[in-house]
């Protein structure tokens, strides 16, 4: 079931401090099931190689603006932004791309958004390790995904990982009109699953948004640090710390009740 109907009520009145036997696992999708960097940065390099030869920049330097231009995006996007309309998302960013070496064209921009979006399907697949902790961990948990996307380039995305063999429910935040950490995104999601605060667990790669909009919704988190960053100084630090989902199932295990 992929969720992107209702805005989110905040779930409130619920006890903080009791601590119960975990029942629910939330996930985040990118870089913590799916490969999404070197996927992103091998798709843009590989789109600019087939459509933008000769344009005057190489694809490599093209492919790196359009990583740029991306994160630019996703940076920018707060809680509460408006949503660009649909289908002019990728364009955008590829128009930014291409203006950072000087070449203004709208078509282009168009086109290279198209074939990198093929390029990107075709490749996703979840982490090899992801598999089997999921399916071990689906026997024992309600599990679903919080993802910061929009239904526009995540319903195939969805479809081709068919994500619905481990969870309930997948939050699409960017539906919703908000986005992690905002913590009525994983309210809502714990409201969807049925579980409290004190029930859940997150499961994220990104500390500003998956740990700290998991801990300011009440839940415990789990930290894949897969680019070896440092808690932020004097912030609250994750109930554990892993490199990969492969070390999910032990790290569950080693939190108290
Ligand atoms: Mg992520």
Known sequence: ????????????????????????????????????????????????????????????????????????????????????????????????????????????????????????????????????????????????VITNGFAETHERKIAQLELERFFDVVVLAGELEMAKPDPAVFAHAMELVDVGPDQSIMVGDRYDRDIEGAHAAGMRAIWIRCRGEEVPHGARPPEAIIDSIAGLPGALAAIPA
């Open 1 to 144: 079931m992929i969720q992107q109907a209702d805005r989110p009520r905040t779930n409130s009145g619920r006890p903080k401090t009791r601590r119960t036997v975990i029942r629910a696992i939330f996930f985040d999708l990118d870089d913590t099931l799916v490969d999404d960097t070197i996927s992103l940065e091998q798709c843009a390099e590989e789109a600019a190689r087939e459509l933008a030869h000769g344009r005057g920049a190489s694809p490599v330097d093209l492919g790196d603006a359009y990583v740029d231009a991306a994160i630019d995006f996703w940076t920018q996007l707060g809680p509460g932004s408006p949503k660009p309309a649909m289908g002019a998302i990728r364009p955008m960013m590829w128009r930014a791309a291409l203006q950072r070496y000087g070449i203004d064209d709208e078509g282009l921009a168009k086109r290279l958004a198209a074939r990198f979006d093929e390029l990107r399907l075709e490749r996703v697949e979840l982490f090899p390790e992801a598999v089997p902790v999921l399916t071990s961990l689906r026997a024992t948990y309600k599990m679903a």
